[in-house]
């Protein structure tokens, strides 16, 4: 049973192509007859398969049964691991989450071309892709950076503002996306709460497609920085497609540093390239960033010690405790508080220690990615 997306315009112009109703399997139709086909009943592999797409600028028809697969004019046939079809194009790509324990006997099975484990390959399947493709929407380029504190109340969001201003700087197209629906808008910190520009809560309107171009164009914009934040009200917040705007904002934005959400890290970790742990400098903190690593896999993460030095602990001690490099140690500062209240922190990332400090942690992401 394959679905069909409708293919036609939402409102406001970013988005378009919404799945017909009652399709139990998201299908994104983009510009163009050729693209990829996905052999999967596995919601999750839809969605990162999807993810990949949309940033690649290809079309994706999912299918479930063998039926489609003999009918399929694709560039690419993507098999889920998992996949108990006997119907299979020779030269298939064999598709999972995590280090499939059946995905090589799969790959065996129906004479597979590669075997590729997401989020940790998705730019290598995004390159295959669309070389393979014809489309001529753009490629994804971009690269994602996430930020998330082991606990609460440890910089996270300061460190993803100062983090994106020091892209943005550079002059690479940097958007700074708010993940966390209940932080009550980044706009806040960035003294842009009433600004003009698009909020996620607009967002929720739309599903397929999303052009990144337009969206680009639509996000409010600080001096070279644009962001995408949520409201004071985490309006709609179970309903916004979220994974697919920053999968189709990779088509804009060369890096968008993404203020992750604790309390949704699993999921939104693969939307990443990599991803930022900070911690307090606390025997707490350490133990939360041990766990909160963990959280991420297989997404690479590197880790940073914040705050005052209560337990001494240094960043050898986070980098044996945790696993995964620590790469810096962010200063504390008495008046960061204060600059977030006045909408001033990026200014704030500017100041000659924390500006240092930040281009460390953003050599150590690129390094990853």
Excluded at 23 to 43: I, K, M
Excluded at 197 to 208: D, K, M, T, V
């Amino acid at each position: 049973m394959g679905s069909t997306a409708t293919g036609s315009a939402a409102s406001g112009g970013v988005a378009a192509g919404s799945a017909s109703a009652g399709s139990s399997l998201a299908c994104t139709e983009l510009h163009g007859t050729r693209g990829v086909q996905l052999l999967s009943t596995t919601p999750d592999l839809v969605e990162a398969v999807e993810a990949v797409c949309i940033g690649a600028g290809v079309a994706l028809r999912v299918t479930d049964d063998g039926a489609g697969a003999r009918a399929a004019s694709s560039d690419v046939v993507l098999v889920d691991a998992a996949w108990a079809g006997d119907v299979v194009p020779r030269g298939a790509v064999v598709v999972a989450l995590t280090e499939h324990a059946d995905a090589w006997d799969t790959a065996v099975r129906f004479g597979a071309s590669a075997v590729v484990v997401l989020p940790h390959a998705a730019a290598w399947l995004a390159d295959m892709i669309s070389r393979s493709s014809d489309s001529e929407l753009p490629r994804t380029t971009g690269r994602v950076y996430g930020v998330v504190g082991a606990t609460g109340g440890v910089g996270a969001s300061t460190v993803a503002c100062w983090l994106a201003g020091h892209f943005a700087a550079r002059g690479v197209d940097t958007a700074l996306v708010d993940g966390d629906p209940l932080g009550a808008g980044l706009d806040l910190a960035l003294g842009e709460e009433t600004a003009d520009g698009l909020r996620w809560p607009e967002l929720n309107q739309f599903s397929g497609t999303v052009a990144a171009d337009q969206l680009w164009a639509a996000m409010p914009r600080l001096d070279a920085l644009r962001y995408l934040s949520w409201d004071r009200h985490a309006s709609l917040a179970h309903t916004v497609p979220m994974a697919t705007v920053i999968a189709a904002l990779r088509g804009a934005a060369a890096v968008q540093v993404v203020d992750l959400c604790r309390s949704d890290l699993e999921r939104q970790a693969r939307w990443c390239d990599a991803v930022l742990v900070l911690a307090s400098r606390t025997v707490r903190g350490i133990l939360a960033a041990e766990h909160t690593v963990r959280r991420c896999a297989p997404v690479p993460v590197v880790s940073a010690v914040c705050g005052v030095n209560v337990a001494d602990v240094d960043p050898p001690v986070v980098a044996e405790a945790t696993g995964v490099p620590c790469v810096a140690a962010v200063a504390f500062d008495a008046r960061v508080p204060q600059h977030l209240d006045d909408g001033t922190v990026l200014r704030r990332g500017r100041h000659t220690r924390h500006a240092k400090t930040v281009a460390q942690i953003a050599r150590a992401l690129e390094e990853l990615s």
